[in-house]
């Protein structure tokens, strides 16, 4: 990776983490259009996932000082705000987490199935946003545990590629009725522990495969370059996307998503495939039959048949 593909692929990173046009689906537009193989390397993956991690401290740090303030703060009876702001948090986070444990292996299954899934998903992020906009539910003042728990889902079901992880929570919390500023200052600071647990993560995966596995075929400039690329970007688009949401103007996003989702499946059917990644580490048929198998059997079915009823 060149310093020219770090900055690219950093300035993407950082742009779609927050921006309601799914990340991981615009990588890998990237990568099958470009060729630029960023989500192949854990060290520059766990780089610009932490400057985005950065972008969120340096953007909502005084909401992260009240939450740390009060947290250790048991004076008088029950829970204070921050107590409960954050009991929010950690309830958001139960459902990605059970995705993330037991489904890593099957959702990097549809990482590797192609464009087709990326379109799909990205009509499914433009449909979400268009019925947020239009949706007039009774307005609520704080985010209750139930809610929390329901954002906390779409976040697991974002881990697909082309369904926006910021989109889909913002967009449900929206139809719940909960307050605009609130809502996205919460879409970002529940994102932070998964973030940093896919770090913590990819860093044990690299030492297990060995340092120089892990940071093959990149240097140290493209890796800063990467990493302040995200980290700047993802700044501008906190801030711009919580005074988007403020204003209410997430329909323009679901219009950008309805024409990449319509282009991807338009290039699809005229290529005449399933608009395979070339970049996606391709899994071999007799992997994906036997994964398939695996994973019919986790649920009582024994013959694999059973998948394409």
């Known amino acids: 990776m060149d310093v020219i593909d770090a900055l690219l692929m950093g300035l993407l990173q950082g742009l779609t983490e927050y921006l309601p046009v799914s990340s991981s689906g615009h990588l890998a537009i990237a990568s099958h259009f470009f ?97 947020s906009y239009y949706a007039r539910p009774r307005q609520k003042e704080n985010i209750s545990l139930r809610d929390a728990f329901i954002i906390g889902l779409s976040q697991a079901c974002a881990v697909l590629p082309g369904l926006s992880r910021s989109g889909t929570t913002i967009a449900t919390g929206l139809l719940l009725g909960n307050n605009k500023a609130k809502l996205a200052q919460f879409s970002f600071l529940m994102v932070m522990p998964p973030i940093l647990g896919e770090a913590i993560l990819d860093v044990a995966k690299g030492v297990t495969h060995g340092v120089e596995a892990a940071s093959a075929g990149i240097g140290m400039w493209p890796l800063a370059v990467g990493f302040v690329a995200a980290f700047v970007s993802g700044c501008l688009a906190c801030k711009w996307m919580i005074n988007i949401v403020k204003k209410g103007k997430l329909v323009y996003f679901a219009v ?16 005449g495939g399933q608009g395979t990644l070339p970049v996606v580490q391709k899994v071999r048929s007799e992997e994906i039959e036997s994964g398939a198998r695996r994973y019919a059997r986790s649920f009582g079915y024994r013959s694999p048949a059973c998948l394409y009823r």
């Open 35 to 131: 060729g630029i193989e960023g989500e192949a390397n854990l060290t520059f993956t766990v780089a610009v996932h932490v400057a985005t991690v950065f972008s969120t401290l340096v953007i909502l740090w005084k909401d992260i000082v009240w939450i740390f303030k009060g947290l250790f703060d048991f004076k008088g009876p029950g829970m204070n705000e921050s107590q409960r702001y954050a009991l929010n948090i950690l309830v958001s986070m139960i459902p990605v987490g059970i995705v993330g444990v037991f489904f890593k292996d099957y959702v990097e299954m549809i990482f590797g199935s192609g464009l087709l899934i990326v379109g799909i998903c990205l009509l499914l992020t433009a449909l979400l946003l268009t019925f």
């Open 256 to 271: 950008y998503c309805a024409v990449v989702g319509v282009a991807l499946r338009v290039d699809v059917v005229r290529v």
